[in-house]
């Protein structure tokens, strides 16, 4: 498995400022996701940070509204950008280890728009 | 986009019961995952499923791949207070990890003492 942190752990904001979440790996993934959970929900992916390159997103989810960065291969980060209270959710980054076919999630971020 | 089911919604049991729950889906996956889910926390992984008809247990947890690949159940026997929280089911489409997961819309386990 892999030790996952995020930071910030939670947050409250203001409607039309941005945050940026990092999530942290203890040991280097081939593979980093970024998914949401809206309250009371399931968990959806956002996109797939890809190392060195622009991330990919799935369907309703775009670069402009959650840029992602994704400098080596241990460290991603996730911005929500220009915030409404729809965005309010739990953010989860997951991890992929080489060789492996299963995936690790970190504790998440819990995001409140004002 | 893909559609995971997953029944039921939610399940008010006994302490010592047994607990079963699954999960279906309009498309065929490589990978069926199962997670738990506490307050607070992210989704903890509780057993992995690579082949179609496998069968895995952990501790008092067993899971079943579907031999169609599309379903898969969770069992838990003998249930115990620690057992509460929300289970979600989980498919992938390639080995390896290289996907994004699907999930279901997950099982809230109750246990009344």
């Known amino acids: 498995s892999a030790v996952i942190s995020q930071k910030p752990s939670r947050d409250i904001c203001q409607r039309g400022t941005s945050l940026t979440i990092q999530c942290q790996v203890d040991?280097?993934?081939?593979?980093m996701f970024w998914y949401r959970q809206q309250p009371g929900q399931s968990l959806t992916l956002i996109a797939t940070?890809?190392?060195?390159?622009?991330?990919?997103?799935e369907s309703g989810f775009v670069i402009d509204k959650f840029p992602i960065s994704r400098p080596n291969l241990t460290f991603s980060t996730l911005t929500v950008s220009n915030m409404s209270p729809e965005d309010s959710s739990i953010y989860l980054c997951?991890?992929?280890?080489?060789?492996?076919?299963?995936?690790?999630f970190g504790p998440g971020t819990r995001l409140l728009v004002l | 986009g893909q559609q995971l089911n997953q029944s039921p919604q939610s399940m008010f049991i006994q302490e010592g019961e047994d607990v079963s729950m699954n999960c279906t889906s309009s498309?065929?996956?490589?990978?069926w995952l199962w997670y738990k889910q506490e307050p607070g926390e992210g989704p903890v992984l509780l057993i992995a499923?690579?082949?179609?008809?496998e069968l895995t247990s952990n501790g008092r947890l067993t899971a079943q791949f579907g031999i169609t690949r599309k379903d898969s159940f969770l069992n838990i026997s003998a249930s115990i207070p620690s057992d509460v929280g929300i289970y979600f089911c989980?498919?992938?489409?390639?080995?390896?990890?290289?996907?994004?997961?699907?999930f279901g819309k997950g099982t809230h386990l109750i246990i009344q003492p």
């Open positions: 498309s065929i996956f490589n990978t």
């Open positions: 499923l690579y082949k179609a008809g």
């Open positions: 940070a890809n190392q060195g390159s622009e991330a990919t997103y």
């Open positions: 997951s991890v992929v280890k080489g060789g492996q076919e299963t995936q690790y």
């Open positions: 989980a498919g992938a489409f390639s080995g390896g990890g290289a996907d994004g997961l699907t």
């Open positions: 040991s280097q993934v081939t593979m």
